[in-house]
């Protein structure tokens, strides 16, 4: 099972910022949050990952709680390409070989 | 262009039959691994090879056979499946170092499968 939780659905307007929430309560020491979108009939595209501290790449944002439990991907200029299902996934490091485990994410639309 | 690509893209087969997916990665990486994304469900991790090992079978029926004959090519060989096995294969790639932080996940474009 996803140890993740997000809002199933979410709109957002063309130019405007997008705050997408996830709750990883149980997440332990060495897991590292990851987000991940999928455009449709894509594969999956890498947005970006954190272990505690704030991060930002050219693509979004993520702020990560002081307590770790939860997490917000921001999207700082939404275009309409940016629909697409995005997950907020939490795994491990060390063994070898990734083993990420996707939910059901959040279906992000953007309107003009 | 992600540096992973599969084929076919499209793959419409009989339950009797035997096919196989490709997938192949140029980005140097080490380890690879195939998903399958079935409708209305999440994505969800069949096999996952490291330095052509195998490392993870997440309880797949043995109908679906891996094949990692070197860190560059990964297969998956399809024999008697059954419609419900209908769906999109996903193939991805990382660079994995134990020890350190999960590589991020190289997805293709995918292979969708319809049995009959």
């Known amino acids: 099972d996803a140890k993740t939780t997000q809002p199933p659905s979410m709109d957002c307007a063309e130019g405007r910022a997008a705050n997408l929430p996830c709750n990883h309560s149980?997440?332990?020491?060495?897991?590292?949050v990851y987000w991940y979108r999928q455009i449709h009939s894509q594969g999956p595209q890498y947005i970006i990952h954190?272990?505690?501290n704030n991060e930002t790449n050219e693509m979004a944002s993520l702020i990560i709680t002081e307590d770790r439990k939860s997490s917000t991907l921001i999207l700082p200029h939404a275009t309409l390409r940016d629909t697409a299902v995005y997950y907020c996934?939490?795994?491990?490091?060390?063994?070898?070989?990734?083993?990420?485990?996707f939910g059901g994410g959040t279906r992000v639309l953007v309107k003009p | 262009e992600t540096g992973v690509t599969q084929t076919p893209r499209h793959l419409v087969m009989g339950m009797t039959n035997k096919k196989s997916l490709k997938c192949e990665q140029h980005?140097?990486?080490?380890?690879m691994y195939w998903y399958k994304q079935s409708a209305k469900k999440p994505l969800e991790l069949m096999f996952v090879?490291?330095?052509?090992?195998?490392?993870e079978n997440n309880s797949v029926p043995s109908r679906f056979s891996p094949e990692c004959p070197n860190s560059s090519h990964l297969f998956l060989h399809l024999h008697t499946l059954q419609p419900e096995d209908s769906a999109l294969y996903l193939c991805?790639?990382?660079?994995?170092?134990?020890?350190?932080?999960?590589?991020?996940?190289?997805f293709g474009e995918g292979s969708r499968l319809t049995v009959l």
């Open positions: 991805a790639s990382s660079q994995d170092l134990p020890g350190s932080p999960t590589g991020e996940l190289f």
């Open positions: 980005l140097g990486h080490n380890a």
């Open positions: 954190g272990l505690k």
């Open positions: 090879y490291n330095f052509k090992e195998q490392t």
């Open positions: 996934i939490v795994n491990s490091w060390g063994a070898a070989g990734n083993k990420l485990t």
């Open positions: 149980t997440i332990s020491g060495n897991e590292y």
